[in-house]
């Protein structure tokens, strides 16, 4: 499977579907996220043995807080015993741990949890795992544009000079390749504000499946889909 660079495969997922899940199930909903997180456990476990060189997992929106307050705080929970249960299995497993998107709501316990989880694993060299959190593609584009914009000011850079590879290598993403494949469960085919800028060349696999019924079998067959796939990235050949 070939990378957007030497060396790489990117995955990235939306995990969706988590509520609807759990309704047909006719369980509150956050048990559909509790089910989920138990998704994300072992499809971090098979993209590792897969050949996935960076996953990304898209943990929560920007947008999200507009969800009850019972829900969020459910969530954040979630994420709190993931940042203190999981962390150490990650680092044992060589897994890298990184987090992206706008901390300043996130509360300070949980900051300080992601930033001992990336400083323990930061030397790790197997699977690069990203969780976005509190993210949104639209806002990673706006920071990189006020970063240029500062930095023009300044004089430090010229205005003129700004092409495609200054705006990627701003964005606060810029130490991951682009996503190769993204996948999207629950059956909805649109990408949610998510990576806008580093999607431009992704494959989309839109999977008719809710997230907590996501298998490391499902993971295979969306790999083995997108190795069919003749991506030219805008050539004719």
Same mark, same amino acid.
């Given at each position: ?9 990117h995955?990235a997922i939306?995990?969706? !579907?988590?509520?609807?899940w759990?309704r047909?199930? !006719?369980?509150?909903r956050?048990?559909?996220? @509790? ?7 072992r ?6 043995? +897969?050949?996935v060189?960076?996953?990304t997992?898209?943990g929560f929106?920007s947008?999200?807080w507009?969800r009850?307050?019972v ?5 954040? !929970?979630?994420?709190?015993g993931?940042?203190r249960?999981?962390?150490a299995?990650?680092?044992?497993n060589?897994?890298r741990l990184?987090v ?11 900051v300080?949890?992601m930033?001992?989880?990336e400083a323990?694993?930061a030397?790790n060299?197997?699977l690069?795992l990203?969780?976005?959190?509190? @993210? ?5 584009i ?14 430090r850079l ?6 495609? +590879? ?15 494949l ?5 059956g909805?085919?649109?990408?949610s504000?998510?990576l806008? %800028?580093?999607?431009? @060349?992704a ?6 499946r @809710? %997230?907590?019924d ?5 993971l295979?067959?969306a ?9 030219r990235?805008?050539?004719?050949v």
């Open positions: 499977m070939g990378g957007g660079i030497a060396g790489t495969f995955v939306i995990m969706d !579907g988590n509520g609807r759990a047909h199930r !006719g369980l509150p956050t048990m559909g996220h @509790y089910f989920g997180a138990e998704a994300a456990r499809i971090v476990r098979a993209a590792a043995g +897969a050949g060189t960076h996953l997992l898209f929106s947008e999200n507009r009850p307050k829900e969020v705080d459910y969530l954040m !929970g979630l994420l709190r993931y940042l249960k999981d962390v299995g990650l680092h044992e060589n897994v990184s992206i998107g706008t901390r300043e709501e996130l509360a300070p316990d949980i300080r949890l930033e001992q989880a323990l694993t030397r060299t197997g690069y990203t969780i976005a959190l509190n @993210y949104g593609g639209r806002a990673d706006a920071a990189a544009a006020r970063h240029l914009a500062q930095e023009a000011a300044a004089g010229d205005p003129a000079a700004i092409d495609e +590879a200054t705006v990627a290598g701003a964005l606060p993403s810029a130490h991951l390749p682009d996503p190769d993204l996948i999207r469960t629950s909805e085919q649109r990408i504000n998510f806008l %800028w580093q999607m431009a @060349y494959e989309m696999l839109f999977v008719d @809710y %997230w907590p996501f298998t490391a079998e499902d295979a067959v790999l083995a889909a997108f190795k069919r796939r003749d991506r990235f805008g050539g004719n």
